[in-house]
């Protein structure tokens, strides 16, 4: 069982920038994924990260304007946001699948532990 805490949310004006931070309990993920879910719409995949090598995917939505890191040491990860627009107002989730997963995962539906969500909400 892993822990997943995330913070950072907020509200903004379009094209300020926030930072969010998810803090695990337990470090036995390989992969480490933020997703989004919108009022009405399904959740759906913003970045992911390879745990162990560091590299990243993104959706297409929010290539060019979000970095997703981590921290070894304090297990955390975080999702640097820049130049939000309304469009991307949504509960945000970081999430890891199972413990034997190798790839990054891109579907929520091969995650297996969830943090209870941040809001992040960007006026016009």
């Known amino acids: 069982q892993v822990g997943l805490l995330e913070s950072g949310g907020g509200l903004v004006q379009a094209g300020a920038s926030l930072r969010l931070s998810c803090l695990a309990n337990r470090r036995t993920f390989r992969s480490l994924g933020w997703f989004r879910q919108a009022p009405g719409k399904e959740r759906e995949f913003v970045a992911a990260?390879?745990?162990?090598?560091?590299?990243?995917h993104y959706s297409d939505s929010v290539k060019g304007r979000f970095t997703i890191s981590r921290d070894n040491g304090a297990i955390s990860s975080y999702l640097q946001m820049n130049s939000l627009e309304p469009e991307d107002t949504a509960v945000y989730y970081c999430a890891v699948p199972p413990p034997a997963t190798t790839i990054v995962p891109l579907s929520p539906a091969e995650y297996a532990y969830w943090g209870q969500g941040t809001q992040v909400t960007v006026s016009s």
């Open positions: 990260i390879n745990w162990l090598i560091g590299t990243t």
